[in-house]
């Protein structure tokens, strides 16, 4: 599976890793000036040792030739032997020094430069990802997305501290060593320099075949963090279900293709570095026997020039610093595919537009009535193969419900109630149809706007890793110690809340573990109530807590909801019996409305649903069952959803 389709991430080509460097590293760009410059002082200074040894060799201890330096003034040499050689040993000194110091800035530049382009990329992919739609995340795996913000970035920032920096430092290396040796003699430099189209055309079909192999195992282990991912969730269903052996077997398998593609661009890289390391040695056996040929013999050639025993030295070392590093261009080639394999995924996400956003004029809304209406709505759920073939979960739904009205919405499972709510707050558009608040589309308000209207409590309430306080004031992030205590009075919570080891300073663990089901739900409810919106959305908001407790928190929502527009969603139909209206779902649509005595009146679906929970199931019409044996049947065949 391709990291595209896995993460729902439109495709990036090739050229979106320097653009992204480009556009990060604009605001620091001093720090990656300061490492280039750096980078080529430092290998200016390395070019120094060879020259100075060279000379001493031929000047200072064969006195060969006059002891002189290029671009160095003569009456500033010394001129006795013995000064001579100490002038030589303090320019190597001195050359080592001024090297350390320029390798330590060029490290602190291009480390910052990466640091910074790391963490605003990563920032910014989170803050883009967060904008998107409630399609994107449900066509996504966790897993995948966490490995794109985190190995995919850290692959960018390693490139740019390691490779960017080695590839600078390789070219200035090769081509201050290429002029030296060019100018001191250009016929033997051209036998070293043999080796660098060999290099080029071997590092040019590495490239070719390591790409495709790089692009695959970015996407493999994206398949194992999200398989990791989903497994480390589940691990409570895991256990209960006995299911370690056949997970175990699903990782090993998710883990086995990482494996296999990992290794097959292991097994490439392996081979490409000895080819190179065989290409240079070769180079570089070949310059020495042509040199000291050179030396025994003389020129080869009248145009060629004579080559000094330490001449001779300094070009060998000279040889060997061109030469070497040539075979790491290979790791830098290698280190820039994995990079350029993240850009893309990375890109791809910068990329991503948002099924739902803001208008470009929001209407404004600075106060809320609470009149919603539900005109013709139709809406499916994206297949996610680009295919429009999934049945619609709701088909043309019309109602409205006046400010100060309580709704309840009930019907069979996968009847679309949940859906339909969660058009309301914009998680998704509706395919067809519009949906009103205060006579206004919701798509022509802006997102916040219409957020902070709506108080929404899902059936399954998520708690964030920290402490009960900051899940209560989550969102009202303002709020002060008495509010939030006073919410969770509301909420019937307080008096557990107290019983905790820490009070309202108790962490709850991650997702909130540490509480049980109906302790989350009454946490997410004191959260709405702090929040104190215009309208109040329940999901199954009491589906998690004992009889006892939901009457408790159904008082407390009878006064939250007396002045407020609240569309309440029941399994258990006894909690909203006392809704001004009640409207029942089947297959996607409205099938019957009114109040609960004149639902009963009806003898309908919702009569049918109040004896089952009544326990009348003797009672109960063949038609029913058999209607409900349909309707289990498209639920597990993946055609509808609540």
Partial sequence: MSSEASTGLPPADGGS????????????????????????????????????????????????????????????????????????????????????????????????????????????????????????????????????????????????????????????????????????NPWLALVSLTAVPVLAVFTALFVRRIQPKYAKMRASVGDLNARLENNVGGIEVIKTEHAEAYEADRVREASQSYYDTNWDAIRTRITFFPGLSVISGLSFALTFAVGAFWVLNGPPTPFARTVSPGAFVTFMLYTQQFIWPLAQFGQIV??????????????????????????????????????????????????GDGEDDAPPVLRDVSFAVE????????????????????????????????????????????????RRAVGYVAQEPFLFYGTVRENI????????????????????????????????????????????????????????????????????ATSHVDTETEAIIQRSLRGLAADRTTIAIAHRLSTVKDADTILVLEGGRVVESGTHDELLTEEGLYANLWRVQAGDIEDLPESFFEAAIARRAAIEGGGETD
């Fill in 17 to 184: 890793m320097w653009r992204l460097y480009v556009a990060y590293g604009r605001e620091n760009v001093w720090s990656a000036v300061l490492g280039t410059v750096m980078a080529l002082f430092s290998r200016a200074t390395g070019l120094l040792p060879a020259l100075v040894l060279g000379l001493a060799i031929d000047a200072v201890l064969l006195g060969a030739r006059p002891f002189e330096l290029p671009l160095v003034p003569a009456s500033l040499l010394p001129t006795t032997p013995a000064a001579q050689l100490w002038f030589a040993v303090a320019v190597l000194v001195a050359a080592t020094l001024a090297g350390a110091v320029a390798s330590w800035l060029q490290n602190y530049g291009w480390n910052r430069f990466a640091q910074n382009i790391q963490h605003h990329l990563r920032t910014d992919a989170y803050e883009r990802l967060q904008a998107q739609d409630r399609a994107f995340f449900d066509q996504s795996r966790t897993g995948e997305l966490l490995s794109v913000l985190n190995n995919d970035v850290n692959q960018l920032e390693s490139f740019l501290t390691d490779g960017v920096s080695s590839f600078l430092r390789l070219v200035a290396l090769v081509v201050g060593v290429g002029l030296v040796m060019l100018s001191l």
């Fill in 473 to 540: 004031a989550y969102g009202t992030f303002e709020a002060t110690d008495a509010e939030i205590e006073a919410a969770a009075r509301r909420a019937a919570a307080h008096e557990f809340v107290e019983n905790l080891p820490d009070g309202y300073e108790t962490t709850v663990g991650e997702r909130g573990v540490r509480l049980s089901g109906g302790q989350r739900q009454r946490i997410a409810l004191a959260r709405t109530f702090l929040k104190n919106p215009a309208i109040l959305v329940l999901d199954e």
């Fill in 403 to 450: 400010p100060g009205e309580t709704v309840g919405i009930v019907g069979p499972t996968g009847s679309g109630k949940s859906t339909l709510v969660k058009l309301l707050v914009r998680l998704y558009d509706p395919e067809a149809g519009v949906v009103r608040l205060d006579g206004h589309d919701v798509r022509d308000l802006a997102i916040a706007d219409l």
């Fill in 334 to 383: 290698n280190n820039y595919q994995r990079a350029r394999a993240s850009s893309d995924r990375v890109y791809a996400l910068l990329e991503a537009e948002p099924g739902v956003s803001d208008p470009e004029s929001p209407v404004a809304l600075p106060t809320v009535e609470g009149r919603v209406e539900y005109d013709g709505v139709t809406f499916r759920y994206d297949s």
